[in-house]
C-alpha cells in the first residue's frame, strides 16, 4: 500500500529520529563518563579505556546528533564505533565467538550502527544546525532527495 499524504511528514520525521537517536547515545555517554544515573555496568569506567573513548564519542557526538550539527560526519563515526562495539564488546566477548545478537546482548548495538549509517546518508533533516546554515542539499537534508 502506498501513502502518499504521509510523505510531507518524512522530513519532519527525519528530523526527529536524528535528535531522538543522538539523545538516546548520548546518555549512554553520561552513564559512562559521569556515572549518572549509577549503573553495574558503567561502575568502573576510566577514562583512559576503550568504555570510556567510546562515552567520549557518545557524548560528544550525540550532542553534535541532538543538535544536527555536522551530521553526517558524527553519525559516520558513531556507526563505525558501534560496528565496533559489537564486535569486540559483544560478538568476541568470550573465549568463543557468540554470533546471535540475542544472546550476546549486541541488539542495540547493531541498531545504532545501522541507525547512524541511514543518518550518516540522509542528514540531519530540515530541523538541525546543519539545514540552518545551508549546508544541506534539499528540505528533507537527504542525500537522496528529490531535486
Not at 36 to 60: C, H, I, Q
Not at 105 to 132: E, H, K, M, Q, R
Request: charged fraction near 10%.
Amino acid at each position: 500500500m502506498n501513502f502518499p499524504y504521509l510523505t510531507r511528514f518524512e522530513p519532519v520525521l527525519l528530523s526527529l529520529f536524528r535528535f531522538i537517536t543522538g539523545l538516546l547515545l548520548f546518555q549512554f555517554g553520561v552513564a559512562k563518563l559521569f556515572k549518572f544515573p549509577p549503573l553495574p555496568m558503567f561502575a568502573k569506567v576510566e577514562l583512559m579505556s576503550l568504555y570510556g573513548a567510546a562515552g567520549t564519542l557518545e557524548l560528544v557526538l550525540g550532542a553534535l546528533l541532538i543538535l544536527g550539527l555536522f551530521t553526517r560526519l558524527a553519525a559516520f563515526i558513531l556507526s563505525g564505533e558501534m560496528a565496533f562495539a559489537y564486535f569486540m564488546g559483544h560478538m568476541l566477548k568470550g573465549e568463543t565467538p557468540v554470533f546471535l545478537p540475542l544472546l550476546n546482548n549486541g541488539t542495540l548495538a547493531i541498531l545504532f550502527c545501522f541507525a547512524c549509517l541511514y543518518l550518516s546518508a540522509a542528514g540531519g533533516g530540515p530541523i538541525s544546525v546543519d539545514a540552518a546554515m545551508g549546508n544541506e542539499r534539499a528540505s528533507t537534508g537527504g542525500a537522496f532527495a528529490r531535486r
